[in-house]
């Protein structure tokens, strides 16, 4: 990691609030929160790579979390991090369950842009898998259709997905003849992190580099020296246009589906409004009497695929929560083993001590 040696501000004594824009093991690369286009500097970490919250808790930073770096790193280093601020919002990697403090990817971030190609046919499912994951990660979600350019009736598409994207407003896009960027550019104020998600060649690093207005991704996957894209620069917040900056992480690029209840009842609202009003409360919706989420799918108003969908994401998240609980399990384990340990060799040294 490379770093210029000036500090980030001046030699005060006092803390700094800085965002991490690259997150390793040993230490972080930071710039001063209130400049996020700023150059990076150096802050080193404890030993054991983690931060206190101020509850006391110790994880291990991610980008786009904010800390407070004081004077007095390591050699070398002229800062170190301290204190990690509490998270407004995380993107959470999809083996993370209760112990999600330990499994972010990206932290802060206030924006997802959900993006979905109109050519091939935008897949629906996929949209309300990406919106569950925004969801849960606390940020707002936007949907944006790229290619528009490509299909004869982009708003009559725009207008289906829309339908399966409850409270999330919809773009229209094609960076090609530069249709619908402006609202999308709009969305980037000052201080505005946001992430990008999506199939590989739905276009979003194309959609960035537009609103960005230079190449801060790398198109058509193409990557130039063949090991990842962050060829000119190391960081992975990286400033765009108005003061806002992408959050770009091979984490964030490679999530899975987090699902979890509250983001499910949110991607999927109308199917959970539904099921509050069956009859029996821990009905299944399969024949049950009185179930209203059958009465809907017999009536139209609810479509066979949104419920399969939800279904589908409802079997994840109860997979991911088991997963989740047995390694909580095996942690416990693994704790007591130690504290035995640990006074077995405290009663051994005792006996030596007396024989
Ligand atoms: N016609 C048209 N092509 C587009 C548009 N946006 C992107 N493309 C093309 O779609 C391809 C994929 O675009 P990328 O921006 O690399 O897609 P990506 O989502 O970043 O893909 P990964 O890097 O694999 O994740 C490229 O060949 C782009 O030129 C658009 O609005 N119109
Ligand atoms: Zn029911």
């Known amino acids: 990691m490379t770093e210029p040696a000036a500090p980030p501000t001046a030699d005060d004594g006092a803390p700094l609030r800085a965002r991490v824009v690259r997150a390793d093991r040993g230490a972080l690369l930071v710039v001063p929160d209130d400049d996020l286009g700023a150059a990076a500097h150096r802050a080193d970490l404890p030993r054991d790579g983690l931060l206190p919250l101020p509850d006391g808790t110790r994880v291990p930073p991610t980008v786009g979390d904010v800390v407070d770096v004081e004077r007095g790193g390591r050699v070398d280093a002229a800062w170190r991090a301290t204190v990690l601020h509490p998270r407004r919002t995380a993107v959470v990697r999809d083996s993370a369950g209760r112990t999600s403090l330990e499994q972010a990817v990206a ?16 897949d629906l499912g996929r949209v309300e898998r990406l919106l569950t994951l925004a969801w849960r990660s606390g940020a707002r979600p936007v949907v944006v259709l790229t290619k528009a350019d490509l299909v004869p009736d982009p708003e009559g598409m725009a207008a289906e997905v829309a339908a399966v994207a409850i409270g999330v407003d919809v773009h229209v896009v094609s960076v090609v003849d530069g ?49 990842g894209r962050h060829t000119t620069t190391h960081r992975e917040l990286v400033p765009l246009a108005d003061g806002a900056v992408l959050v770009d992480t091979p984490g964030v690029r490679g999530v899975g589906l987090v699902a979890a209840p509250d983001a499910l009842d949110a991607t999927f609202a109308d199917v959970a409004a539904l099921a509050a009003r069956c009859r029996f409360a821990d009905c299944a919706h399969v024949t049950e009497p009185g179930c209203a989420v059958q009465e809907a799918l017999a009536g139209g108003e609810l479509a066979e695929r949104r419920l399969a969908s939800w279904r589908k994401l409802q079997r994840e998240a109860e997979h ?36």
């Open 107 to 122: 932290a802060n971030v206030d924006l997802v842009l959900v993006v979905e190609h109109l050519d091939p046919d935008p």
């Open 320 to 355: 991911a929560a088991r997963r989740a609980d047995a390694r909580l399990a095996a942690e416990e384990r693994a704790r007591w083993r130690r504290v035995t340990r640990e006074y077995h060799r405290q009663q051994r040294s005792r006996g030596s001590h007396r024989g």
């Open 179 to 227: 249709t619908g960027l402006t609202p999308v550019r709009a969305l980037l104020a000052p201080g505005v992190a946001l992430v990008a998600v999506g199939p590989s060649g739905a276009g979003k690093s194309s959609l960035v580099n537009a609103l960005a207005g230079r190449q801060v991704m790398a198109t058509g996957g193409r990557r130039a020296d063949g090991r």
